[in-house]
């Protein structure tokens, strides 16, 4: 078990899928620079695509979504990411490379099949594609043969299934009623597609979850052989996020019980013979995801802990995040906006953040302290941080290495808690976050 510290854990902390996060983005960015930054890019390129859209809407999810009840507006949605994708084929050098096109939201598999294949060729006739590693968001309440069959068809090799909990009563708790049978069904239609890793998005601290419900949830996923686990604390933000009203507070379990479902379910599934990656990922041994954290080569983006080594991603779709060493610029989140700004022939980036060098250094920091457990730090950064870091290493969670700071094997709950004593933008510690564990 990992030492208990409550005092450690009481201040909220971003999960730092960037540095800096979306809380410090303004209007200071725009398509102009985003346009910039792409025509610039001769690297290694990593593709997001963004379907904000799902059959129905879960109480919990913090997700940019709505439902797929109007075809017209998934087809509108679906030429505007076409005529997106045009447009970013005029602006990308040819020396570019794609390496890599994820598909999330929402739901991808809430629009048609027809209109992914539709995409995946609108993609592969104006972008410099390079054998991209292609995976796709699913939800398992609209997996579907035809879909399967999409997903073959274009070499869909990596999915990702929000999967929460196989608890009935818990499922109703949080909105989302989906059978075992039915995650079942899906995890063997992407099986018989040749998708070859298969990712659960589990969750703690679900309203009236206990320790055997997490356990029986954990054993039926490695039992159904998901060769990656996302294991996600819960984070319950009704003020920004008016849906998450429909949970019960009062069922949630305490932070201590929190803890010890995020420490009880790292231990169950190493035992289960899965290797742990980061603080809330699992994968089995010879996962890409696996080798690259055994390998130190482990990396962190708006889908979390991942292999993608690409300096450059460029999100599509509305409030798609587009991220560069210098510059984040966030697309127009309201749909109908996204769409009028691409009928007027240019890109939709309507804020970020200019990256400084310090910027870029600190968020090396950060990602090597959650992606490896050490990271090299100048004397100036160390100093300024010493007081705060101080009180994790009186409790033996970190150590100093010469210029190096490692964090021990019990620090892994803390981790983002140590990574944020380099972030100079925590003054409001209070604002937009959810709790450490």
């Known amino acids: 078990m990992w030492p208990y510290h409550p005092e450690l854990l009481s201040t909220p902390v971003p999960r730092y899928t960037s540095f800096p996060t979306a809380a410090e983005f303004d209007d200071s960015v725009d398509s102009t620079d985003l346009e910039a930054a792409i025509a610039a890019t001769e690297s290694d390129v990593s593709l997001y695509i963004h379907i904000p859209f799902c059959e129905s809407i879960c109480w919990y999810c913090g997700c940019n979504t709505s439902r797929n009840n109007r075809a017209d507006r ?9 005529r997106e994708i045009a447009l970013l084929g005029r602006l990308l050098p040819a020396t570019a490379r794609i390496r890599r096109i994820a598909f999330g939201g929402g739901s991808p598999n809430a629009i048609a099949a027809t209109d992914f294949v539709r995409l995946m060729l609108s993609l592969s006739h104006s972008l410099p594609l390079s054998d991209p590693v292609i ?3 699913l939800d398992p309440r609209s997996m579907d043969a035809t879909w399967a069959s999409a997903l073959a068809g274009v070499g869909v090799r990596q999915a990702s299934l929000g999967v929460q909990t196989f608890h009935p009563e818990l499922q109703k708790a949080i909105g989302r009623t989906q059978p075992t049978q039915m995650i079942e069904s899906c995890t063997d239609l992407l099986r018989s597609a040749g998708v070859n890793s298969i990712n659960f998005d589990l969750m703690y601290g679900l309203p009236g979850q206990t320790l055997g419900i997490l356990e029986d949830t954990l054993d039926r996923a490695s039992r159904l052989g998901a060769n990656r686990i996302a294991l996600f604390g819960y984070a319950h933000v009704p003020d920004l996020i008016p849906r998450q009203r429909r949970i019960d507070a009062d069922a949630l379990p305490d932070q201590k019980a929190r803890f010890d479902m995020a420490a009880i379910g790292h231990a169950f599934l190493l035992e289960a013979g899965y290797s742990p990656v980061g603080f809330d990922h699992f994968a089995l041994p010879g996962d890409p995801l696996a080798c690259a954290a055994l390998n130190g080569r482990l990396h962190r983006n708006f889908q979390g802990f991942t292999d993608d080594e690409a300096p450059v991603l460029i999100g599509l779709g509305a409030s ?9 610029a966030q697309n127009e989140k309201n749909s109908g906006r996204y769409q009028m700004m691409l009928s007027h022939g240019r890109l939709t980036a309507a804020r970020g953040i200019h990256r400084s060098v310090d910027d870029q250094t600190r968020g090396r920091i950060i990602s090597e302290l959650l992606c490896t457990g050490r990271a090299t730090i100048s004397p100036m950064l160390l100093r300024q941080a010493g007081p705060r870091l101080a009180q994790f290493a009186r409790h033996g969670l970190v150590e100093r290495q010469e210029s190096e700071i490692v964090l021990s094997n019990g620090a892994l709950p803390y981790a983002r808690t140590i990574a944020a004593l380099f972030d100079p933008y925590r003054t409001d510690w209070s604002r937009r976050f959810s709790t450490a564990v």
């Not at 798609?320 to 510059?327: E, Q, R, V």
């Open 320 to 328: 798609a995040i587009s991220s560069f060493p210098h510059l984040l």
């Open 135 to 137: 995976s796709v968001e």
């Open 74 to 82: 998934l087809a509108s949605y679906v030429d505007a990411i076409d």
